[in-house]
């Protein structure tokens, strides 16, 4: 199946500065990518849509100044958490759906492990 | 965002017993439904999907069942295994690639 690369898969940072994390598909296109957030025992929470040379939707509840994301190539999306704090340790997973598929699996990447100290 | 609840209900099953996972899903509108397994620290990986238009699919050890009436899903597996234990979770589309998950069960499979 297609591949989608998430780097770092873990990252520790401090509070107050900002980390980003990159979603690649390694072997196909993807106009749209997703970002989730995952709490310990918790499920997938959607967090916004990435769409290849427009603005992210955010989810109801998701800070977009909080949670930057850019998605500027077919097969790049990045979040970018700003000012980060200790509530916003989790694990970020993202997601890339081909470009051309119709209503097919999205493919996922591995996720980050992000903790803020 | 949205979600199927918030809590992860436990199954425990001794091996080689099947397993019924369930779900409810929101959406009626939804056409297409997945289930997924997710090892810690790992992202979710495709187990099996079935489209709105069937009410059943087959895979190897795996089993399907869609019911739209009441907007619920389940997964069997067979002949459950150690390697099988896991956090499950069914998914649902609701329009193009955006895939909303359910609560998510976790399976122990005991030796």
């Known amino acids: 199946g297609a591949v989608v690369s998430q780097h770092p898969s873990r990252v520790i940072c401090k509070s107050g500065t900002s980390v980003k994390i990159e979603c690649r598909s390694l072997?196909?296109?993807?106009?749209?990518m997703f970002w989730y957030r995952q709490f310990p025992k918790k499920s997938l929470m959607l967090m916004a849509t990435?769409?290849?040379?427009?603005?992210?939707?955010?989810e109801q509840g998701v800070e977009k100044d909080k949670f930057l994301i850019n998605h500027a190539s077919l097969t790049l999306s990045t979040l970018t958490v700003t000012s980060a704090h200790p509530e916003d340790s989790s694990f970020y997973i993202c997601?890339?759906?081909?470009?051309?598929?119709?209503?097919?699996?999205?493919?996922f990447g591995q996720g980050t492990r992000l903790t803020v100290v | 965002g949205e979600s199927v609840g918030l809590h992860l209900p436990t199954l425990s099953v001794q091996e080689g017993d099947n397993s019924i996972i369930n779900c409810a899903y929101s959406?009626?509108?939804?056409?297409?439904f997945i289930w997924y397994k997710q090892e810690s620290g790992k992202g979710p990986q495709f187990i099996i999907d079935?489209?709105?238009?069937?009410d059943k699919r087959q895979g190897q050890r795996v089993t399907v069942l869609l019911n739209k009436t009441v907007k619920h899903l389940s997964l069997q597996i067979a002949a459950t295994q150690p390697g099988d234990s896991a956090v499950y979770f069914c998914?649902?589309?609701?329009?193009?690639?955006?895939?909303?998950f359910g609560a998510g069960t976790r399976l122990f499979v005991k030796a």
């Open positions: 998914a649902e589309h609701t329009g193009g690639f955006k895939t909303i």
């Open positions: 959406n009626s509108a939804s056409d297409y």
């Open positions: 997601s890339a759906g081909p470009r051309g598929a119709m209503n097919t699996e999205a493919f």
């Open positions: 072997d196909f296109q993807a106009t749209t």
């Open positions: 990435s769409n290849e040379g427009s603005k992210a939707t955010y």
């Open positions: 079935i489209r709105s238009n069937m």
